[in-house]
Structure formats: C-alpha cells, structure tokens
C-alpha cells in the first residue's frame, strides 16, 4: 500500500472511484489538511498546482491505494503530459 495525497479533481470521489475502478472501501480516504501549502488554479490551464506558502493550508485527501490503483494513477496522470 502507497499513501497519497491528493489535493486537486482527484479528490472527488466519483472520479477517484472511476480512475481507479472500483468503490472505495471505508476508511480508505481520509480528509486531511496540509500546513504552509495553498493550491491554486494554474492561469489559463483546467488543473490547479500546489505551492509552499507559510501560514496557509491546503486541503486534501490521503488514498490508501493498492498496486493496481496506482498503475490506474500513474494511466490517467500520464495523460495529462506533466512534467
């Protein structure tokens, strides 16, 4: 298992579940806030980016995933081209 964070679209459920396959199970999400970081939406871009910024909070979810639902992961981000 691999905990991830996500703090971006990926962090509705609908599409997490899709992406990934199958239901998440309970207790698998977990809401959680990640201090001295905001997330922003990049200009001009459909997808937001996440920067230290002292004093502030980004809110999140940590995934417990599985191999499979990170090869999912790794799939549907590897569409995006990001660098």
Known sequence: MRK??????LCHRPLLEAVIGRPLI??????????????????DQI????????????????????EDAVRRLDFYEGGFDYD
């Open 4 to 9: 991830l964070f996500f703090y971006g679209t």
């Open 26 to 43: 309970q207790g698998e999400v977990k809401p959680v806030t990640l201090t001295d970081h905001a997330v922003y939406w990049v200009r």
């Open 47 to 66: 997808f937001p980016i996440i920067v230290e910024a002292p004093g502030q909070v980004a809110d999140g979810i940590v995934f417990d995933a599985d």
